[in-house]
């Protein structure tokens, strides 16, 4: 069938990484016989005017193109511009709850009013966690009877297990095995992360090693701490290379509707230290990992020794991230999206 993909976040040449855990999930659909248009923004910050842009060229796309079903990644505002550009073409829409869209939901004003309107006018609701979707229902109770569990699912080819001390080689991250754990964190340096409580909690352990793959405003406050690498942002064809590096994926988040990184960790044999609060409970087994209360200060340094402690390499966590293999994943979304474009008018 014919899909639009419309999404604010799409990568691009000066940013590789922005949203390019869709790229995986495109590609899938269009290797199952699916044709995919994107309309996007491919860019950070910015001023609000450029979301006027995306429903601007999701309308064109959708005129163009004519597809039998329009697919919004995140609710707002993405999913108000496939809103529009649905009605512009008169085929049923569809749309996918990531995590911030639902946590913007009774905290940014308007937000709930218009995401409402966009969820009454749906054919079908994706949240990528159970988590997620009862969070979404608390604030849009009319997204249950549309709602369907999903999420992007990890490229197993791409994120296939490479050699430890190959990679600590490349990246000068230490390769003597006097050096104890390595420890890697994924992400933007802000507060949810938690990454100042991970910082501190590696301090405690008083061994091993840690690198933050990633950038943010909490930047300044990791700086010149004892055997803490900051690598800044990095293309995501690097991400590999560092998973591969580590001992221990840790992503200790106050919340984490689901857990990419995490889980393409784990698809790479990794082992991993994840948050209670979310997703990474649906899918980290305690043979991948170690889940953790990510308020409780105490409970972070033994939960880094435990998952230490799992084997590295780790078979198990690889089998527990093929349950979420992109190829499963994009082909439990075509049936939702087949179902949707069957109730066109």
């Known amino acids: 069938m014919r899909i639009l993909l419309v999404t604010q976040m799409w990568p691009s040449e000066r940013e590789p990484d922005l949203g390019s855990f869709l790229v995986p999930l495109v590609r899938q ?26 429903r601007r060229d999701a309308i064109r796309a959708a005129k163009r193109f004519r597809p039998e079903v329009v697919f ?9 511009a496939g809103a529009m550009a649905a009605r512009a073409c008169g085929a049923p829409l569809v749309v996918m709850a990531h995590g911030q869209d639902v946590a913007n939901l009774g905290r940014v004003p308007g937000i709930t009013a218009v995401t409402k309107r966009v969820v009454n006018g749906s054919a079908a609701v994706i949240a990528n966690s159970s988590w997620l979707a009862e969070r979404l229902c608390e604030h849009v109770p009319a997204a249950r009877e549309k709602l369907s569990i999903a999420d992007c699912g990890v490229d197993l080819d791409a994120f296939a297990p490479l ?28 507060e949810r992360k938690n990454v100042i409580g991970l910082a501190d909690a590696f301090a405690r352990l008083g061994s091993g090693r840690l690198a933050f793959v990633g950038d943010g405003p909490l930047r300044e406050h990791l700086e010149g701490r004892a055997n803490v690498t ?11 290379q560092w998973v591969a590096a580590c001992d221990v994926l840790c992503q200790p988040s106050l919340i984490e509707p689901f857990g990419q990184a995490t889980l393409e960790a784990m698809a790479m044999e990794r082992s991993v230290v994840a948050t209670t609060v ?21 409970a972070l340094p033994p939960a880094m020794r435990r998952a230490a402690e799992l084997p590295s390499p780790n078979p198990a966590a690889r089998a527990a991230a093929a349950e979420h293999d992109v190829a499963k994943m994009a082909a439990r979304m075509a049936a939702v999206l087949e179902r949707a474009g069957g109730l066109r008018p």
């Open 278 to 298: 979310g997703g990474p409970p649906e899918f980290v087994t305690p043979e991948a990992g170690v889940l953790v209360d990510p308020h409780d200060d105490e």
């Open 72 to 80: 919004a990644h995140f609710l707002f505002p993405a999913g108000l």
């Open 29 to 54: 659909l269009e290797r199952t016989g699916h044709e995919v248009e994107v309309a996007a923004l491919s860019r950070r910050g910015g001023p609000p005017t450029k979301y006027l842009q995306l």
């Open 230 to 240: 900051l690598t800044g942002r990095i293309p995501q064809s690097e991400v590999p």
């Open 163 to 190: 050699d430890a001390a190959g990679a600590r080689r490349e990246l000068g991250w230490g390769s003597e095995p006097g050096d104890g754990p390595a420890y890697l964190c994924l992400g933007s340096l802000i």
